[in-house]
């Protein structure tokens, strides 16, 4: 009897092992090509319109990014708040998924093109808090969350973040790039211009996004030449 009992759970064992690895399996399937792909698609779309509405005075020095504003945002809440569902529905009923840090980084990202910069800080705080072994999406965490801090006009904050990402920066992620150009944007703020352009030039060192480069060059030129780097401007 106690054999049998002994095969018996063994066997049930086994059987329940590999049903939850199904099951992971199939949460991180459903969360990553159905439900994120979508999320996403909608956030990179309402991005796109915030960008192109977005309407830069070129005769002053223009912004590192740019940033929504609740009217430019406006137009956008129902397809952000569609992403935002679509993320929760991960982070509540895909627990086992390991995409959930990917649905609360894309939580705060909608937030920030909402223009709920509050929420968003508490969203890319709560990623970079409670994953220290996803360093990608931690490194990022810290460079949009200055972005939101920078666009709620928390600058001491902001400083304080990107200073950290500095410190510890890991210069093979993707989100290098953008860790330079929000410190060369706190450095404009600063009116430390010699600053800045060393750092605008490090993140159109490490940008793979075109428009990025274009318009961090284009910036770079501009603080060249109100510092007199005239040759250097005209080559920019």
């Known amino acids: 009897t106690l054999h049998f009992l002994l095969i018996s759970f063994c066997m049930f064992s086994c059987s329940t092992q590999k049903e939850n ?6 949460q991180n399937l459903t969360a990553h090509y159905n439900i994120l792909y979508n999320a996403g698609e909608l956030l990179n779309e309402s991005e796109r319109n915030i960008k192109q509405a977005y309407i830069d005075n070129y005769d002053r020095v223009i912004s590192v990014y740019r ?3 609740e009217i430019l945002s406006q137009p956008e809440v129902k397809k952000l708040d569609d992403a935002i569902l679509k993320a929760n529905t991960i982070a509540n009923e895909k627990s086992h998924s390991k995409y959930v840090d990917d649905a609360y980084f894309l939580i705060g ?3 920030h093109f909402k223009s709920n910069f509050y929420n968003a800080v508490e969203f890319f705080n709560y990623v970079y808090s409670n994953y220290p072994a996803q360093k990608e999406i931690r490194q990022a965490s810290l460079a949009w969350n200055a972005r939101s801090l920078i666009a709620s006009d928390r600058l001491e904050e902001a400083e304080a973040t990107i200073d950290s990402a500095l410190k510890y920066i890991r210069t093979e992620k993707k989100s290098v790039s953008d860790i330079y150009a929000v410190s060369a944007q706190l450095h404009i703020y600063a009116k430390q211009d010699i600053e800045a352009i060393r750092l605008l030039k490090l993140a159109v060192q490490h940008t793979k996004v075109k ?4 318009r961090w060059t284009y910036l770079t030129a501009q603080l060249q030449e109100i510092n007199e780097q005239h040759d250097e401007a005209i080559q920019n």
């Open 109 to 111: 990202k909608a937030n």
């Open 211 to 214: 428009q990025n480069k274009i």
């Open 21 to 26: 690895v199904a099951s992971r399996g199939m």
């Open 67 to 69: 940033e929504p504003s």
